[in-house]
């Protein structure tokens, strides 16, 4: 088993909604138990705007929100920095050469420069991952 890798947001959200959830990111979850996840600067980011969006749609109340914040703040996930040129220059290379937006390339920017695998439910991530020899858990 490896003890870092990268964690995409899909994962991370799929915790959040009742039914969204599968085996792939519950093995995650408890994989977490023992591993440590990584995340762009970006992370915090989109998680707090995909719980926004949920607020304002009536899927989750404030208290919903900040119970799952809870949560993610007792797991072992660090944010690691890009500075502002790798993210207008190698992360933005790889959204276009792999037809991704720059935050999920910021992603794979990181399991790269990491050496590590990556857990993402997103397709188009996954893809690209396997096209650029990065390992994906659970594939």
Same mark, same amino acid.
């Given at each position: 088993?490896?003890?870092?890798? #990268?964690?995409? =947001? ?11 959830? &599968? ?24 998680? !707090? =705007?995909?719980?926004? #969006? %949920? ?7 404030? *208290?919903?929100? @900040? ?5 993610? *703040? ?10 502002? /040129?790798? *993210?207008?220059? /190698?992360?933005?290379?790889? *959204? ?7 935050? &999920? %390339? ?8 990491? !050496? #590590?695998?990556?857990? @993402?439910?997103?397709? !188009?991530?996954?893809?690209?991952? %396997? /096209?650029? /020899?990065?390992?994906?858990? !659970?594939?």
């Amino acid at each position: 088993m490896h003890d870092r890798f #990268v964690l995409d =947001n899909s994962i991370v959200m799929s915790w959040c909604f009742e039914g969204e959830s &599968d085996g792939l990111a519950d093995a995650v979850l408890e994989r977490l138990q023992e591993a440590t996840a990584i995340v762009p600067s970006i992370w915090p980011l989109e998680v !707090g =705007n995909v719980l926004l #969006v %949920a607020e304002r749609r009536g899927r989750l109340s404030e *208290a919903d929100s @900040t119970h799952f914040l809870s949560m993610l *703040a007792a797991l072992p996930i660090y944010s690691e920095p890009e500075t502002p /040129q790798r *993210a207008m220059s /190698q992360i933005l290379f790889l *959204a276009r050469e792999h037809k991704l937006s720059t935050y &999920d %390339a910021s992603y794979l920017d990181l399991a790269m420069r990491e !050496g #590590v695998p990556i857990a @993402t439910l997103d397709k !188009g991530l996954r893809r690209a991952a %396997a /096209q650029c /020899q990065v390992e994906v858990l !659970g594939v």
